[in-house]
């Protein structure tokens, strides 16, 4: 009840506890068949928010090492420079073609990272937007090609995770602790669900917040949790009536063990909920130390919970590559744990010919690419499925689904597997 009580600060709650009682909780019909077919699918990361290691050459291009997020991007070079330099971006990095190959390689959901800045740029914000337009663009690219489009808001004001990848690198993020923040995001998903309220035939999804820092303790969880209530009554009414949306709400785990979620926001009281996990083996010392076969079974270890969970979940994010040595990964100007170059780190291994092209991988690393992957897949799909970070890198091919295809480690038919006994 102490949820509840705290979830009625939300009018849209309101609208669905009322219209809880009216319809008593009717099923709500998803436009695709979550929980009988497997999402497969690719992250469009790197375009409508930038991201470093994705597209080294639009940072180092600016010249000025003090140029790490787009926040910066935007903040520290000639505004028009900046500008222009994002448009171009925006108009290349993803097309229709991309569209058109994500389809032809079997997979069925795009996931598209976008931040709260093409929608609302806040007085002292130095972000420039113009998003928005590519975001429709993309949807109707999804439409034509027949793939689902998850709308993914990458990043909140105050930056809800400190990472590059939210907009903002800071080490201290405030959006959890400020209530305008949190406000502005609230307003920022109901944009969405309304912008997309006559598409959701293609936007099946929509993921009210990446990765909010959980590991930052109570607080942070707190809103997170209330914010998770409000995002359900913007994204589940967004009639103003107490008619339904046949929209999926894809929460993220905050990083905390699935258990952590049991019985939140589980129907019949709640419906069309989906918990979005992320898992990653590079961002810690004991997780880059490991062998390629820990590796895998770290990977394979993950069927019981994934499957067992009592919502659907959806690997939003995983990756074959294994190390952290793609450039600028862990941020522009800081190192590798892989091979020590970042502060504090034991060095396990030269990172040459484990990031980059293609043409410096060695046959046995790239068969170890396709076990991994296999290994990953096969999991993941115990639970709801799967949506690989990401569809293309300038420069690390061992991330890239279409380095991947390309090279063979990525099946072209992802059901056909090579190693169909790799999980044991
Ligand atoms: C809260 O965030 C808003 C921007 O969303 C900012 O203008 C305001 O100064 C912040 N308040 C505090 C107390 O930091």
Redesign the pocket.
């Known amino acids: 009840m102490v949820s509840l009580r705290a979830a009625l600060s939300s009018t849209s709650v309101l609208l669905a506890l009322l219209a809880h009682s009216v319809l008593g909780d009717s099923p709500i019909h998803p436009s695709f068949p979550y929980g009988s077919s497997k999402v497969r699918g690719v992250n469009l990361g790197g375009w409508l928010v930038l991201e470093p290691w994705i597209t080294p050459s639009l940072f180092d291009n600016t010249g000025n090492n003090g140029i790490v997020d787009e926040w910066t991007f935007a903040q520290f070079q000639d505004r028009s420079t900046a500008q222009s330099a994002l448009q171009q971006h925006w108009d290349t990095w993803i097309t229709e073609q991309d569209f058109i190959d994500i389809a032809a390689a079997g997979l069925n959901h795009v996931r598209v990272p976008i931040g709260y800045w093409a929608f609302d740029v806040?007085?002292?914000e130095p972000y420039i937007s113009g998003q928005l337009p590519y975001l429709q663009k993309a949807v109707g690219w999804a439409r034509n090609h027949g793939l689902k489009v998850i709308v993914d808001l990458h990043g909140a004001?105050?930056s809800q995770n400190g990472f590059d990848n939210s907009g903002h690198r800071v080490s201290t993020p405030?959006w959890h602790s400020?209530?305008?923040?949190i406000q502005?995001t609230d307003a920022i998903i109901k944009t969405i669900a309304s912008m997309f309220i006559n598409e959701q035939d293609v936007v099946s999804v929509i993921a009210p917040l990446n990765e909010p820092a959980g590991f930052d303790g109570p607080n942070v969880l707190s809103a997170v949790r209330q914010y998770w209530y409000d995002s359900y009554g913007n994204i589940r009414f967004p009639y103003g009536t107490t008619e339904q949306s046949n929209t999926l709400v894809l929460l993220h785990d905050a990083f905390q063990p699935l258990s952590y979620w049991d019985g939140f926001q589980t129907p019949p009281a709640w419906q069309g909920v989906a918990m979005d996990t992320h898992i990653y083996q590079m961002f810690s010392q004991d997780e880059v130390s490991r062998t390629n076969a820990q590796h895998i079974s770290a990977a394979c270890a993950y069927a019981s919970s994934l499957s067992s969970f009592d919502l659907w979940v959806i690997v939003g994010e995983w990756t074959p590559a294994a190390t952290d040595c793609a450039k600028y990964l862990n941020g522009r100007g800081v190192g590798a744990r892989y091979d020590g170059t970042m502060a504090g780190a034991d060095r396990v291994g030269s990172c040459s010919g484990l990031t980059g092209s293609a043409s410096g991988f060695s046959a046995s690393y790239k068969t170890f690419l396709r076990q991994y992957w296999e290994a990953q897949t096969s999991t993941y799909e115990q639970g709801a499925g799967w949506i690989q970070w990401t569809w293309k890198a300038e420069n690390a091919d061992e991330w890239s689904y279409q380095a991947g295809l390309k090279n063979g480690w990525i099946p072209q038919d992802p059901t056909q597997r090579q190693y169909p006994n790799i999980c044991g």
């Not at 400020?178 to 923040?181: K, L």
């Open positions: 806040g007085s002292g004001p105050g405030q400020n209530q305008t923040n502005r």
